[in-house]
C-alpha cells in the first residue's frame, strides 16, 4: 500500500516537472539568447543562413523544434534570392544527442515550402552543395569557376519531408516561368552522403491556365556536396498530361492540339541503364567509356489519341511513340542519341541523334530506316481535316531515309520512294491508281518527280455488257481521267512551285473525290460534264503564294442551289492571272437567254472560304421576267437568294444563318447588257446596267434602256436590311405613247411622244408587298398628241360621246402613284385655239374616275366667276361611263 502510495506521488512529480519543463522552454525559446542558438543549430543543418520569425519547443511525445516563418538564404554563387522558404518547419531531435546536451535533427518537415533551384554559368547547381557531401569521396576534383567558396558544415538531416512545396528555377539571374507546385514526398539519407529521392509534384507555367497537367513522380537516389548530385540514379514519370497543357508548359500557347501525353525516364550517371530497367530486349552495341559528368538515360514518351480542338474525338485518332537511349552531359552541353525510334501504329522511323549545345549549337538527327504506311498519313491528315469521309482505304507504302542538321535544324537527306498505290473512296464508282513516287533532296533543292494519277472504274462498278453505245462496256484498263503532279522547294531562296495537268471525264467525280477528302470546292452546285486543268502555284519570300493557269469545261452543266434547272456550260473557263480568279463564259445557257462575258476577281488570291471582290462584264441576248420565274419557281421567290449564295460564297457564309449576312458577303461590281428584257408587258431593249453590291446595298449608278421607241436612263438604290427598300429614278425621253404597256383598247386609240421625270420607292418582299407599298411622284411632257375615236371637245359640250380626233401639240403635267392608283394632276394639253385640262386617277386594274375640261387660249385658266362643264370618265377604261356636269369656278393662285 506504501509503495503504490509512493509510485503515484513520483508520477504526479514527473508530470509536474515536464509540464513546467515545457512552460520553461516555451519562455525560454522567447529569448533572443535562445532564438539565436536555435537558428544556428538550424544554420548548421541546412548549410546556410537561416532567418526564423518564432520558435518553439516540446518533449512530448518527442523532443521537436517549430519555427514558422522560416527562409534560408543562398550561396552568394548563385544569387542573393531565398533558397527556401517556408510557413513552417517541425525538426526532430534524437534523444541521444539531445540527452548529451546536442541538437542532432532526425527527420525535417517542411510546410508549404518554396525552393530556388539555380543552375550557374558553370553548369552547376545550389543543391549540390546543400546536400551533406559522402564520407569519402573517389571523384576527381573538378575544377572551380567564380569565388571559392568556404568548407560546407557537416550537416546530420536525416530525413527531409515536403508538403504542398513548391519548386522553382533559375538560370544565372533569370528566373524561368515554369515551376513545381503541390511538390510532397521525402528526401532520406540512406548512407552518409546517399539521398534517396520520392517526390510527387504538378508542373506549373505563370500567365497560363492550365488544367490537366498530370503528376509528376521522382524516384532515386543522388549523392551530396562536390559530385554534383553524382553517383546517381533516377526515374521520372509524367502521365496523365493532356497535349494542350503541355505545349502551354513548353511554350506559353495553345497550338489546338488535343490528346494525352505520358513520359517515362531512367537517367543514371556514371553507366549505362540496363536493359531490364528499359524493357529493351534488342542488342546493343558496345559503349565508349563514361566520363565525369556523363550520364545515361532512357526515355520512353507516347501521345494518344491526337487531334484537332474542334474536331470530335474517335477511335482512329493516332497515336505517337518514342523511344530514346543515350547519353548526355549536361556541363559540355552535349547529348548523344544512340538509338531513336518513333512508331505510329502502322510505321517507324529508326535512327540517332546528336546535339551540341555550345556557343554554337549544332543539332543532327538521322533516320536510316523509314517504313511509313499511307493508312497513318490517311489518319494524321483526318485528325486535324474537318471533314474527311468515312470509309476511304489507301494502300501505299513508302520507305527511305531522312536526315536533319544544323541550328536552326535543316533537311540535309531526304530520299522517300514508293512502287505505287490505290485510294477507294466508299460510295464513289472510281479508284485512284497512284504511280511510282521518289522525292528526293538535291543539295537544298526538295522535289518530287512527277507523279502520276489515274482513275479507273472499280471492277464491281462497270455496267454490264450492253449492245447500244450509251452503255459499252468499258475496257478494264480504260480511265475515266488523269493528271500529273510535280513538286520543287529551294529552301536556300524560299521559293517553290506545285503544279497539276490533268483531266476528267465527268468533273462530279472529282469534286466528291474533293469533297471526301474535307476540301468541298462546290459549295452549293454541282458540275457534271468534261473538264480539264493546267494548274501551277509558285511562292518565293518576296510575294505570297498564288496560283496561275486554268481550268475549263465544255459541253457541261451546272446545277446550282435554289435554281430548278441547271446551266448549260457549252464553254467556259476559269483562269488564274497574278493570283487573281477569272471566268470567262465563251457560251452558256440559263434563264432562258444565252449568255457571255467575264467574270474577273478584283482582290488578290484567296482561299474559296472567304469573301472576294469581283467585277462582272455579262451579256445575254434574251431575258423574260417568266422565264427567271420557271428557273427561280414562285414560292422560292422570297428565299431562293438565300439558298442560291452559299454557293457563290463558300463554306463560310453557308454556315451563317440569316439571309442578310449572306448578301453583305457579296461585293460585285460592273456591267451587265441585255438586248431584251421583257417584264410581263414592257419590254426594254439594250438594256446596260452598271453598278455594284455591296454591304447589303445595290446601287445602280448607270441604268440605260430603249423603252417604247424611246430612250430611258435611270439609276436605283436598293437597301436589305432590315426590309428591302427600294429608291429609283428614272428620265424618259421619246417615248411612243401608243406603245405605253396599257389596255390595246386605249393604246391603239393613242399617238404622239412623252418625256419626263419618273421618282419611285417601294420595299418589301414579293410582287403583292411590293405593289402596295409603291409610291411615286413624276413630271411629264406630251408632244403631238392624239386620241383617236372621241372629239373630246364636242364630248365636253354634249356631254355624250362624240365620234372623232383630239389633237394636242403639246401637254405638261404632274402625276403621283399612290394605293395602286395613278392620280393625274392638273395634266394640260394644249391644241392650239383650245386646250384641255385633265385631272383624275387611273387604277392598276384600269379602272378610271376622271374629270376633263376645255377651253379657249393655250394658257386658259378658269377664272373665280367662270363657270363651264366636266366631261366625267369612270369605269373600266374598254367601257367607260360619260357623264357632264357643272364645273364650279377655280379660285386663282396667288
Not at 750 to 768: C, M, N, Q, Y
Amino acid at each position: 500500500m506504501s509503495s503504490l502510495r509512493n509510485s503515484w506521488k513520483l508520477g504526479v512529480s514527473v508530470a509536474i516537472l515536464l509540464v513546467a519543463a515545457q512552460v520553461c522552454l516555451s519562455l525560454a525559446v522567447r529569448t533572443r539568447r535562445v532564438h539565436n542558438y536555435l537558428g544556428a543549430r538550424l544554420e548548421s543543418a541546412f548549410g546556410r543562413p537561416v532567418q526564423v520569425k518564432h520558435f518553439n519547443l516540446e518533449f512530448l511525445p518527442s523532443p521537436r523544434i517549430y519555427a514558422t516563418g522560416v527562409t534560408v538564404g543562398e550561396d552568394p554563387a548563385f544569387g542573393y534570392e531565398y533558397f527556401l522558404r517556408a510557413e513552417h518547419l517541425t525538426a526532430g531531435l534524437r534523444w541521444s544527442g539531445f540527452l548529451r546536451g546536442r541538437f542532432e535533427f532526425g527527420t525535417l518537415s517542411l510546410g508549404r515550402p518554396s525552393l530556388t533551384l539555380v543552375r550557374s554559368r558553370e553548369g552547376r547547381w545550389n543543391l549540390e552543395d546543400w546536400l551533406p557531401p559522402p564520407q569519402s569521396n573517389s571523384e576527381p576534383r573538378l575544377e572551380i569557376y567564380g569565388p571559392r567558396r568556404p568548407a560546407a558544415i557537416a550537416n546530420r538531416l536525416e530525413k527531409i519531408e515536403f508538403d504542398e512545396g513548391r519548386i522553382n528555377f533559375k538560370s544565372g539571374d533569370v528566373k524561368q516561368p515554369f515551376a513545381l507546385s503541390a511538390v510532397t514526398g521525402t528526401v532520406a539519407q540512406v548512407s552518409p552522403g546517399r539521398w534517396q529521392l520520392q517526390l510527387e509534384a504538378q508542373p506549373w507555367r505563370s500567365g497560363v491556365a492550365l488544367q490537366s497537367t498530370g503528376t509528376v513522380l521522382v524516384r532515386g537516389d543522388i549523392a551530396g556536396t562536390s559530385a554534383r548530385l553524382q553517383p546517381a540514379s533516377l526515374t521520372v514519370r509524367w502521365e496523365k498530361v493532356s497535349l494542350a497543357d503541355l505545349f502551354r508548359l513548353l511554350r506559353g500557347r495553345d497550338y489546338g492540339v488535343r490528346g494525352t501525353f505520358a513520359l517515362e525516364a531512367i537517367a543514371r550517371s556514371g553507366g549505362p541503364v540496363s536493359a531490364a530497367e528499359t524493357g529493351d530486349t534488342t542488342a546493343r552495341p558496345a559503349e565508349a567509356p563514361y566520363a565525369a559528368g556523363d550520364w545515361s538515360f532512357s526515355l520512353r514518351a507516347s501521345a494518344n489519341q491526337i487531334h484537332r480542338w474542334d474536331l470530335t474525338e474517335r477511335p482512329d485518332n493516332p497515336d505517337l511513340s518514342a523511344r530514346v537511349r543515350g547519353r548526355v552531359n549536361l556541363p559540355l552541353g552535349k547529348l548523344t542519341a544512340e538509338s531513336v525510334l518513333i512508331e505510329t501504329p502502322s510505321s517507324n522511323l529508326h535512327g540517332t541523334a546528336q546535339f551540341n549545345g555550345t556557343a554554337a549549337p549544332a543539332m543532327q538527327v538521322r533516320f536510316d530506316k523509314v517504313a511509313l504506311q499511307a493508312t497513318d498519313v490517311l489518319a494524321w491528315y483526318r485528325a486535324f481535316r474537318p471533314g474527311i469521309a468515312d470509309g476511304i482505304t489507301v494502300d501505299e507504302f513508302f520507305n527511305g531515309a531522312i536526315a536533319l542538321q544544323g541550328w536552326p535544324v535543316k533537311l540535309q537527306i531526304v530520299d522517300l520512294a514508293t512502287l505505287g498505290g490505290t485510294v477507294n473512296v466508299n460510295g464513289l464508282d472510281n479508284i485512284l491508281k497512284i504511280g511510282p513516287v521518289h522525292a528526293f533532296l538535291d543539295r537544298e533543292r526538295l522535289a518530287a518527280e512527277p507523279i502520276q494519277i489515274s482513275m479507273t472504274a472499280l471492277p464491281a462498278a462497270r455496267p454490264p455488257a450492253d449492245t447500244t453505245k450509251s452503255a459499252r462496256r468499258r475496257a478494264p484498263n480504260e480511265n475515266f481521267g488523269e493528271a500529273s503532279l510535280a513538286f520543287v522547294h529551294d529552301f536556300s531562296t524560299r521559293a517553290g512551285h506545285f503544279g497539276v495537268h490533268g483531266h476528267v471525264e465527268n468533273a462530279a467525280s472529282f469534286l466528291k473525290l474533293a469533297s471526301a477528302f474535307g476540301s468541298t470546292l462546290n459549295h452549293g452546285w454541282d458540275l457534271t460534264g468534261p473538264a480539264r486543268a493546267d494548274l501551277r502555284r509558285d511562292w518565293s519570300m518576296a510575294s505570297h503564294s498564288m496560283w496561275s493557269g486554268a481550268a475549263e469545261v465544255n459541253d457541261a452543266q451546272l446545277a446550282a442551289a435554289g435554281l430548278n434547272q441547271p446551266l448549260q456550260l457549252q464553254h467556259a473557263r476559269l483562269e488564274w492571272r497574278n493570283g487573281k480568279r477569272t471566268a470567262q463564259i465563251v457560251q452558256a445557257q440559263g434563264f432562258g437567254a444565252s449568255w457571255s462575258g467575264e467574270i474577273m476577281e478584283d482582290t488578290l488570291d484567296i482561299p474559296f472560304d472567304e469573301a472576294a471582290k469581283w467585277n462582272v462584264q455579262l451579256h445575254a441576248d434574251h431575258l423574260d421576267a417568266t422565264e427567271l420565274d420557271r428557273w427561280v419557281g414562285p414560292r422560292a421567290r422570297p428565299g431562293w437568294l438565300r439558298r442560291l449564295l452559299p454557293s457563290l460564297l463558300g463554306v463560310a457564309a453557308a454556315q451563317t444563318g440569316p439571309a442578310s449576312e449572306l448578301v453583305r458577303r457579296l461585293n460585285v461590281s460592273g456591267e451587265v447588257v441585255v438586248d431584251e428584257f421583257t417584264i410581263e408587258k414592257l419590254s426594254l431593249r439594250q438594256l446596260h446596267l452598271r453598278g455594284n453590291l455591296q454591304d447589303l446595298r445595290l446601287q445602280i449608278s448607270d441604268g440605260r434602256a430603249q423603252w417604247a421607241g424611246g430612250n430611258v436612263h435611270a439609276t436605283m438604290l436598293a437597301r436589305f436590311l432590315p426590309r428591302p427598300v427600294y429608291d429609283l429614278r428614272a428620265e424618259l425621253e421619246g417615248v411612243n405613247v401608243s406603245q405605253l404597256p396599257i389596255a390595246p383598247a386605249i393604246s391603239d386609240r393613242l399617238a404622239g411622244f412623252a418625256s419626263g421625270i419618273l421618282r419611285l420607292k417601294t420595299g418589301g418582299v414579293g410582287r403583292d408587298e411590293l405593289l402596295q407599298k409603291l409610291t411615286a411622284t413624276g413630271q411629264v411632257h406630251l408632244t403631238n398628241l392624239e386620241f383617236r375615236g372621241w372629239d373630246l371637245n364636242a364630248s365636253i359640250a354634249d356631254g355624250e360621246a362624240h365620234p372623232g380626233i383630239s389633237r394636242w401639240a403639246s401637254g405638261d403635267g404632274d402625276f403621283t402613284v399612290l394605293d395602286r392608283s395613278v392620280i393625274l394632276e392638273d395634266v394640260r394639253l394644249d391644241g392650239g385655239a383650245q386646250s384641255t385640262l385633265v385631272n383624275g386617277t387611273i387604277t392598276f386594274a384600269r379602272d378610271a374616275n376622271l374629270s376633263v375640261e376645255s377651253g379657249a387660249g393655250r394658257r386658259t385658266v378658269r377664272s373665280a366667276v367662270a363657270s363651264g362643264h366636266i366631261l366625267k370618265i369612270v369605269g373600266p377604261l374598254d367601257g367607260p361611263r360619260l357623264s357632264r356636269e357643272k364645273s364650279t369656278p377655280r379660285q386663282p393662285a396667288d
